[in-house]
């Protein structure tokens, strides 16, 4: 079974910093990989996926995210962080092809911009 | 489509009692899933369906909870009988396979039992 491991799970920045949320999985195969966003008292959105093609994929609001297949990462990176952007960030991984075993989710990262 | 639609949005009940949460997924997704939120344990998977049937149930945490699917359309989710412990946020999400796995989570239900 897989499972995902987020490095940090409170961060606090100031806005304009830049930031980088860790993630890194295992499986022994080919797999889709995701961040989902929580802003408080709402559900998870999808932030941005990979599923095959160029490791570095664009997410909404300038969210990024980088996979490193050496190092079983998909890191989460944003150059500039807005007071808007505090939130609970999830990074997810499920087989490629999907369905079958559901997202496995990491613990979360809990995100405060301060003004 | 209004996205995944969970019913009651909060509950809150005495100890000892039934609960059950309620799921209509997006139409047309073939795979609903239950999850369940907490502080301590973060998101965890409870169980999920493919095509109204229940294929993996081995994050259910007991025989107090249960859940079924009668059709595509409808899941839910129940307690019985509720204890403290399970106070969390329970949400359900929903996928279709040829959408490449991406699930689509409903607004969640905030359970309280006192």
């Known amino acids: 079974a897989q499972s995902v491991s987020q490095h940090n799970h409170h961060v606090i920045l100031s806005e304009a910093a830049s930031l980088e949320l860790g993630c890194n999985y295992s499986y022994g195969g080919t797999v889709n990989l995701f961040w989902y966003v929580q802003y408080p008292g709402q559900h998870l959105q999808l932030l941005l996926k990979y599923f095959s093609g160029d490791p570095l994929v664009k997410g909404i609001k300038g969210f990024e995210a980088e996979f490193i297949k050496s190092k079983f990462s998909f890191n989460l990176r944003k150059p500039s962080v807005q007071w808007s952007d505090t939130a609970e960030y999830f990074c997810a991984v499920t087989p490629f092809g999907g369905g079958a075993d559901g997202l496995t989710f990491g613990k979360g990262t809990h995100l405060i911009i301060q003004p | 489509d209004a996205g995944v639609i969970q019913s009651p949005r909060h509950e809150v009940t005495e100890m000892g009692q039934e609960v059950t949460l309620r799921c209509k997924p997006i139409s047309g997704h073939d795979y609903l899933f239950w999850y369940r939120q907490t502080m301590m344990r973060g998101l965890e998977l409870l169980i999920y369906?493919?095509?109204?049937?229940?294929?993996?149930d081995s994050g259910m945490p007991e025989d107090r909870f249960s859940a079924k699917m009668p059709n595509a359309s409808f899941s839910t989710l129940k307690i019985q009988p509720s204890e403290p412990r399970d106070s969390a946020v329970y949400f359900c999400a929903s996928n279709g396979r040829g959408r490449g796995a991406e699930a689509f989570f409903g607004q969640g239900t905030r359970l309280t039992v006192v």
């Open positions: 369906f493919n095509n109204n049937v229940p294929i993996d």
